[in-house]
């Protein structure tokens, strides 16, 4: 119940359901009011390094795709290969067989509610309520959608970047100091051979076909490497040393990217940091989800409402030869 508290100077007071739901405040004749609001400190990195999967609709109930694997028997020589003689009579043929991997749609859904009352006293302040929980709204989906691209969700059994199954898991070295951390180090020598390791471990799993340009690491790494300078009277710092000597660039025919990820500190075995290498291409590894939607503006009595809505799973990890991992660091 929300109440109305009439003061000696015969000002009205809003109590505190009041000032919650309508962001009514009252303020003094000297008081100077910061215009601007002030929202939670928040970052989402998930569409920087997560390809949406784009072909995906609102009436979807499972994301799937296929792979393709093949093999033949060789022919009269014995060694595999399918060389034939004028004379041959029988000649092998390839045999396919076709995976099919499904992938759940979950929906998601947040309601934004308020009153015609609530929404007149926020506009007579300048702030008004409907677009305020609006902003909240966007910000769930993102905070939601940004845990999910790179934990998944437990309840769900959806996986997120940084625990995909099938991936190989390649160990840190350990560094001239003791340990395999890269706190332990001050060489960039030690730290390009874990990053070389990881990128080769992962291009030696696709059959050398392919090399990964996109490496993701804990803050704490990353705060290394961009500030640690290659020598006390060099100007170059440890970040662009690894850019430009790593073993992927000119295979993959781009330059290394680098990223730190709020949720890799503590993603490895026993709690340890992760390195993840991969390529953040559609065709190899994405997310379905869709952006929001949104019902009509719906109004019962004094009461306006909508909801936004979407779908979203778990990552696809269509080709996980082309993602690697790396713990200890």
């Known amino acids: 119940m929300r109440k109305i508290i009439r003061t000696h100077d015969r000002l009205a007071t809003l109590d ?89 749609l979950e929906p998601w859904g947040m309601e934004v509610q308020y009153s015609i009352l609530d929404l007149e006293r926020s506009m007579q302040v300048g702030r008004p309520i409907n677009t305020a929980k609006i902003d909240a709204v966007q910000r769930f989906y993102q905070q939601e959608m940004d845990e999910l691209a790179y934990m998944g969700d437990e309840m769900l059994g959806f996986k997120g970047l940084i625990n995909l199954d099938d991936i190989t898991i390649t160990p840190a070295s350990t560094k001239s100091t003791g340990g395999t951390v890269w706190q332990s180090t001050t060489s960039p020598d030690e730290m390009l051979a874990d990053l070389n390791a990881l990128i080769l471990a992962t291009v030696e799993s696709t059959n050398e076909s392919l090399a990964p340009y996109r490496i993701l690491m804990p803050w704490r790494n990353y705060n290394i490497i961009s500030t640690m300078k290659i020598s006390d009277a060099g100007e170059r710092t440890i970040l662009t040393f690894l850019k430009e000597n790593n073993i992927s660039n ?21 709690d340890t940091g992760r390195m993840v290498a991969y390529i953040p291409e559609e065709q190899y590894v994405r997310i379905p989800v869709l952006p929001l939607l949104r019902t009509p503006l719906d109004q019962r009595g004094m009461f306006f409402s909508f909801v936004y809505y979407t779908i979203a799973g778990g990552v696809e990890n269509v080709y996980p030869e082309t993602i690697g991992y790396m713990d200890g660091i």
């Open 250 to 270: 000119e295979v993959s025919g781009r330059t290394l990217e680098i990223y730190p990820v709020r949720w890799l500190n503590g993603a490895g075995t026993s």
């Open 16 to 104: 505190a359901a009041s000032i919650e739901a309508a962001s009514v405040f009252l303020i003094g004749e000297l008081e100077r009011v910061d215009p601007r609001v002030n929202m939670p400190l928040q970052n989402f990195t998930w569409g920087r390094d997560l390809p949406l999967r784009t072909d995906i609709t609102i009436a979807d109930e499972i994301s799937s795709y296929t792979r393709d694997f093949f093999a033949a028997p060789g022919n009269q020589r014995g060694d595999g290969k399918h060389f034939i003689g004028s004379n041959t009579t029988q000649i092998a043929g390839p045999q396919v067989t076709r995976n099919l991997y499904r992938n759940p």
